[in-house]
């Protein structure tokens, strides 16, 4: 049966699978984002279309009221002065919509590390969002905790072209998971689709785990450039590569904080994998799908 779903953060690469895999299996989908031409494209592919400012509570509420469930997410904010005052901010206007919409259902797009409350650099914002649904009287609502997403090593396009390696503060050996946000669209897609329990959690992790090193080594195959070396950064260099590269203070100082306690081990890295929890996109493929193209693309040759 048809379904009613509203869709938050719309534009962004899992917003916009998520919009097109409902549009396919023939449901009703609202996109909510900023105005843009990617929220024009979803326009065209069949979406009811609505810009506006997550931080609108009136706005929100009215979108929200009458959909049968929601996908609902903080859209990242890398340059606001405090980042994680402005996930607060969102998060405080989308349950207050939603208390007020008397939404069903929902899926929150939240992160790994997202039950810890400190140590996780911006995913410390995720762990209060989840306790903000979580006490939502009437909603039932389903946490996505993915793993660091593959599309992160895109940040590398540049560094390739102008330094001839990747690199970052992470360590260049230590593995971790990975997953491609195609990958969180199609778990938060069957969700939506087929329900879940109240107050549920799910990782989303990847096939496996794999290091810096291991990106490197895929993603040098697919641009044809095998011997790809990925170098890592002191953390002071990888933080001013951040600013320079146009993050906020805040964020960057989020990242880093996030990298250390990565390196050390201390969060995120050894979630067990399960059945449930893994996912396809191996590095390789997401090297060829998307890396590749984004390269060629950012190179001025033909995609």
């Given at each position: 049966m048809a379904k009613h779903f509203v869709i938050t953060?719309?534009?962004?690469?899992?917003?916009?699978?998520?919009?097109?895999?409902?549009l396919?299996?023939?449901?009703?989908?609202?996109?909510?984002?900023?105005?843009?031409?990617?929220?024009?494209?979803?326009?065209?592919?069949?979406a009811t279309t609505r810009p506006g400012n997550l931080h609108d509570v009136a706005f929100l509420t009215e979108v929200l009221r009458g959909a049968?469930?929601?996908?609902?997410?903080?859209?990242?904010?890398?340059?606001?002065?405090?980042?994680?005052?402005?996930?607060?901010?969102?998060g405080q206007a989308m349950t207050e919509a939603v208390r007020a919409a008397g939404l069903a259902q929902a899926v929150h797009l939240s992160s790994i590390g997202a039950?810890?409350?400190?140590?996780?650099?911006?995913?410390?914002?995720?762990?209060?969002?989840?306790?903000?649904l979580n006490a939502v009287e009437g909603l039932a609502v389903a946490h996505l905790r993915p793993a660091y997403f593959m599309e992160n090593l895109l940040a590398n396009v540049g560094?390739?072209?102008?330094?001839?390696?990747?690199?970052?503060?992470?360590?260049?050996?230590l593995a971790f998971p990975m997953v491609a946000t195609r990958d969180i669209a199609a778990k938060a897609a069957g969700l939506l689709q087929h329900g879940f329990e109240a107050g549920s959690v799910h990782y989303i992790l990847g096939p496996q785990n794999y290091s810096m090193q291991d990106a490197a080594r895929a993603i040098g195959a697919a641009i044809g450039r095998p011997e790809l070396p990925y170098v890592q950064f002191p953390y002071a260099d990888a933080k001013q590569g951040m600013i320079g590269?146009?993050?906020s203070e805040?964020?960057?100082?989020?990242?880093?904080?996030?990298?250390?306690n990565m390196n050390e081990e201390k969060v995120m890295v050894h979630e067990s994998r399960t059945a449930e929890s893994s996912s396809s996109t191996t590095m390789s493929e997401f090297a060829g799908a998307v890396f590749a193209p984004a390269f060629q693309g950012a190179a001025g040759r033909p995609v």
């Amino acid at each position: 049966m048809a379904k009613h779903f509203v869709i938050t953060g719309a534009t962004g690469n899992i917003g916009t699978a998520l919009v097109h895999e409902l549009l396919g299996q023939g449901h009703k989908v609202t996109a909510v984002a900023r105005a843009s031409a990617r929220l024009d494209a979803l326009a065209q592919a069949g979406a009811t279309t609505r810009p506006g400012n997550l931080h609108d509570v009136a706005f929100l509420t009215e979108v929200l009221r009458g959909a049968d469930a929601a996908f609902l997410m903080i859209p990242p904010n890398p340059t606001a002065p405090d980042v994680l005052a402005h996930m607060q901010q969102v998060g405080q206007a989308m349950t207050e919509a939603v208390r007020a919409a008397g939404l069903a259902q929902a899926v929150h797009l939240s992160s790994i590390g997202a039950d810890l409350p400190a140590g996780t650099g911006p995913v410390v914002g995720l762990y209060h969002q989840e306790a903000r649904l979580n006490a939502v009287e009437g909603l039932a609502v389903a946490h996505l905790r993915p793993a660091y997403f593959m599309e992160n090593l895109l940040a590398n396009v540049g560094l390739i072209q102008h330094m001839g390696s990747m690199g970052s503060g992470m360590s260049p050996d230590l593995a971790f998971p990975m997953v491609a946000t195609r990958d969180i669209a199609a778990k938060a897609a069957g969700l939506l689709q087929h329900g879940f329990e109240a107050g549920s959690v799910h990782y989303i992790l990847g096939p496996q785990n794999y290091s810096m090193q291991d990106a490197a080594r895929a993603i040098g195959a697919a641009i044809g450039r095998p011997e790809l070396p990925y170098v890592q950064f002191p953390y002071a260099d990888a933080k001013q590569g951040m600013i320079g590269a146009g993050l906020s203070e805040s964020m960057a100082s989020l990242y880093d904080e996030m990298t250390r306690n990565m390196n050390e081990e201390k969060v995120m890295v050894h979630e067990s994998r399960t059945a449930e929890s893994s996912s396809s996109t191996t590095m390789s493929e997401f090297a060829g799908a998307v890396f590749a193209p984004a390269f060629q693309g950012a190179a001025g040759r033909p995609v």
